[in-house]
């Protein structure tokens, strides 16, 4: 009688194809027992000699689905049980959930090839999915994933269907997602008069085509949430839409039907071109070609870059290209607030926005926006980190005895999570000024909590009382009785990058960059253009950008010129900057100000403003990204250090030298460039006096891709070591994720 082996596959293993995967591979090699979903993963039975058991394991990691990840797998002999075959089970587990949520996955290109193709029973189903390929996270409403656990359960599979979810050998066996035209999510076409224009789903993307083709603006509910799209190549359809979407000058993405015409229109390296194709699909910000056909100064106003995705569904895949030309496609939500994807709120927030709205009637569980991503020396850094990437679940090597929550920032704000050994970072939210913001970040915590079924015993907050996370995070611990401990903004940063590099062990020290715009530091000043040391699990600020006045609260952040005033010693060379009123007030502020700050990224922007590239931010991060533009097209030779080779970090003498050689007719671009450069080369400088050979950068202003090009051939040439956020943003995204691994690591 042979044995019987018990084997735990554990990682991203649910909702991947990979129950089907493992039947098949069984039954080619003849063995009998079964395969279910667990709280830990897959659980696997069989009937087996030892040696047939290892080679069957060492099979299934070796020849797994692409979009499974495997992190840990184990194999034990338990008490001899004989069956009969081998079976797929489904189990309705209670036990704590110990896996990583899988993400939506982009329509994969069997899928594509259904929906266009006449003599194909999917041809024209906008729902098209199979086991690698459709939303996952999206429309989850428990674990383990399990078509009654998700929202697709209310469309119960026709004969076909179902034959094909049965059949082993067909694509879509145990497919969760799947569903046709028979049996699956209907669309509705309708005006912004909420007439109904057309359900016939036969027709119905001509229908849309048509009305884009017409010059229209169409919301669009995606498996993720809603697009507002019109044609890119429209100049007064986009200029529209800003205006109804009161977006003056913020880029917005654009939809391509095909990589060859992305190839064409923009100039591409292998990794962008690789990355638009993977199974995330984001949308990455590539440098615009002489051939681009879109109406580029509409759609990114003075900048020489574009985001470009291609379609990550079978509906998008559909009307673009059927309309067969390059689509604006961006977030559908109103001014400051968090993606629509109920059918109801579209209609009553986004009607005054779109001329057409085409609803579905798949219920979305988890609101999401399109990843954004950029590199920098054929580096990925992640600008925004949503469908496709998040939930991240992250390695953090050890385990905590009681759950803990860490309630982030409160911009670019984020969650994470650690109900037990594992540790999950939800989606990037956005702003919590805004309601329907931190009503949706914290309606997302209460279903995590409810998923995962259990109560934190610990919640981390941002040392700043007023941030709406920590308000949030100290509520929620008075209700449940749970340990506060506060975490000082910056710390958080640098423990992220430290964490995400498993760099806590290390014994030799680290510098930590962290440069951002705002974070209350542990002396109540604005940090933001630090410098730390970690070694033995302490994190010590070793020295900063020299502090300047904040002023006028949070309108210094949003206009750039308020930095220049606070920063230059010549007031009256900028005066036409301000009205008389404004520039008495400012100048009366300075005379009492207490407030000061360190803050890199409101040195930028006093950059921006001394050369005139922008004095009032229309967006966030406006006048940095018109600075990061005007660098780009300066071939970098023969910059100017403004610091002058010396290691202190005097944000005004940078001004100083910056207005003289502007006084003195130096481009603007080669002094965009030079202060980027003159930044980059205070980080070596620093480095090299303290004989230190890792650094580890974070922080929004480490986005900028010139920066990180330059830093990065600098380090290599002083033979440091340099470590930037890879799986998380180097943004406020990441602040939560950091407070965990301070926790862990630095508390003591």
């Given at each position: 009688m042979s044995k019987t082996f018990k084997i735990q596959i554990n990682g991203r293993v649910q909702g991947v194809g990979f129950r089907p995967f493992v039947f098949n591979l069984a039954q080619k090699l003849g063995l009998k027992g079964s395969v279910s979903n667990n709280q830990n993963g897959v659980l696997i039975f069989i009937n087996s000699e030892r040696h047939n058991a290892e080679n069957f394991l060492d099979e299934i990691k070796n020849n797994h689905p692409k979009v499974a990840v495997i992190t840990q797998t184990s194999i034990e002999e338990v008490t001899s049980k004989t069956f009969e075959s081998f079976n797929i089970i489904l189990n309705e587990t209670k036990a704590e959930i110990n896996i990583p949520l899988t993400p939506d996955f982009a329509?994969?290109?069997?899928?594509?090839?259904?929906?266009?193709?006449?003599?194909?029973?999917?041809?024209?189903y906008a729902f098209t999915t199979c086991t690698q390929c459709g939303p996952r996270y999206s429309i989850t409403k428990k674990y383990p994933f399990e078509r009654h656990n998700t929202t697709i359960s209310k469309f119960e599979m026709c004969p076909n269907c179902l034959e094909e979810y049965n059949n082993p050998i067909d694509n879509r066996f145990h497919s969760q997602t799947n569903s046709c035209a028979t049996c699956g999510i209907q669309l509705e076409f309708l005006d912004n008069k909420n007439n109904i224009i057309e359900t016939n789903q036969s027709k119905i993307i001509e229908t849309v085509v048509s009305k884009l083709e017409q010059g229209n603006i169409i919301a669009v509910?995606?498996?993720?949430?809603?697009?507002?799209?019109?044609?890119?190549?429209?100049?007064?359809?986009?200029?529209?839409?800003?205006?109804?979407?009161?977006?003056?000058?913020?880029?917005?993405?654009?939809?391509?039907?095909?990589?060859?015409?992305?190839?064409?229109?923009?100039?591409?390296?292998?990794?962008?071109?690789?990355?638009?194709?993977?199974?995330?699909?984001?949308?990455?910000?590539?440098?615009?070609?002489?051939?681009?056909?879109?109406?580029?100064?509409?759609?990114?106003?003075?900048?020489?870059q574009t985001g470009v995705m291609l379609p990550s569904s079978a509906l998008l895949n559909l009307f673009s290209k059927t309309f067969n030309k390059p689509l604006v496609a961006t977030s559908g939500n109103i001014h400051k607030s968090p993606i629509i994807s109920e059918n109801d709120e579209a209609i009553s927030k986004l009607n005054q926005v779109y001329d057409f709205i085409l609803n579905h009637n798949l219920d979305i569980e988890f609101p999401q926006d399109d990843s954004v991503v950029r590199f920098a020396n054929d580096e990925q850094l992640i600008v925004r980190r949503s469908r496709g990437m998040a939930p991240s679940f992250l390695d953090i090597n050890t385990s905590f005895e009681k759950p803990i929550l860490a309630m982030g920032a409160h911009l670019k704000s984020t969650f994470t999570l650690l109900p037990n050994q594992n540790c999950y970072t939800s989606q990037y939210f956005g702003n919590l000024d805004s309601f329907d913001v931190f009503g949706r970040y914290q309606n997302t915590i209460n279903q995590y909590l409810g998923v995962f079924n259990i109560i934190p015993k610990v919640i981390l907050v941002d040392a700043h009382s007023q941030y709406q996370s920590s308000v949030l995070g100290n509520d929620l611990a008075e209700k449940i009785n749970a340990e506060v401990y506060k975490i000082q903004h910056h710390k958080a940063h640098f423990a992220s990058v430290l964490g995400e590099h498993q760099l806590f062990n290390t014994e030799e020290k680290i510098l930590g960059v962290v440069w951002d715009g705002t974070g209350l530091g542990d002396d109540n000043q604005i940090w933001g253009g630090e410098f730390f040391t970690y070694q033995n699990n302490t994190i010590?600020?070793?020295?900063?950008?020299?502090?300047?006045?904040?002023?006028?609260?949070?309108?210094?952040?949003?206009?750039?010129?308020?930095?220049?005033?606070?920063?230059?010693?010549?007031?009256?060379?900028?005066?036409?900057?301000?009205?008389?009123?404004?520039?008495?007030?400012?100048?009366?502020?300075?005379?009492?100000?207490?407030?000061?700050?360190?803050?890199?990224?409101?040195?930028?922007?006093?950059?921006?403003?001394?050369?005139?590239?922008?004095d009032n931010n229309t967006f966030e991060a406006e006048a940095s990204m018109l600075l990061e533009h005007s660098a780009s097209t300066y071939p970098n030779k023969n910059c100017i250090d403004f610091l002058e080779g010396e290691t202190s970090l005097s944000s005004k003498k940078i001004i100083e030298n910056i207005h003289f050689h502007l006084k003195n007719g130096e481009k603007t671009n080669k002094l965009a460039a030079s202060f980027i450069y003159t930044l980059a080369l205070s980080i070596i400088k620093i480095s090299e006096k303290e004989n230190i050979k890792t650094i580890a950068c974070s922080g929004g202003v480490f986005q900028n891709a010139v920066l990180?090009?330059?830093?990065?051939?600098?380090?290599?040439?002083?033979?440091?070591?340099?470590?930037?956020?890879?799986?998380?943003?180097?943004?406020?995204?990441?602040?939560?994720?950091g407070q965990l691994m301070y926790y862990q690591h630095c508390k003591n």
């Open positions: 329509i994969c290109n069997n899928c594509k090839t259904e929906v266009l193709d006449t003599k194909n029973r999917r041809y024209n509910k995606n498996t993720n949430g809603y697009l507002l799209c019109c044609d890119a190549t429209n100049t007064e359809t986009i200029n529209q839409l800003r205006e109804r979407k009161q977006r003056p000058n913020k880029p917005f993405a654009i939809l391509y039907s095909s990589i060859e015409d992305i190839s064409n229109e923009f100039v591409c390296s292998a990794q962008e071109l690789e990355t638009l194709q993977s199974n995330i699909a984001p949308i990455v910000i590539l440098k615009n070609s002489k051939n681009t056909t879109i109406a580029t100064n509409a759609i990114a106003p003075n900048l020489n010590n600020r070793l020295t900063h950008f020299e502090y300047f006045d904040w002023i006028a609260n949070d309108k210094m952040a949003k206009e750039p010129r308020l930095s220049l005033f606070s920063l230059i010693e010549d007031k009256t060379s900028i005066k036409d900057k301000f009205t008389e009123t404004e520039f008495k007030i400012y100048s009366k502020t300075l005379e009492n100000n207490t407030l000061k700050t360190s803050s890199v990224g409101r040195l930028f922007d006093a950059v921006s403003s001394i050369l005139n590239l922008c990180i090009k330059m830093l990065s051939e600098m380090t290599e040439k002083s033979n440091i070591i340099l470590k930037i956020n890879c799986k998380l943003s180097t943004n406020d995204e990441n602040i939560s994720f």
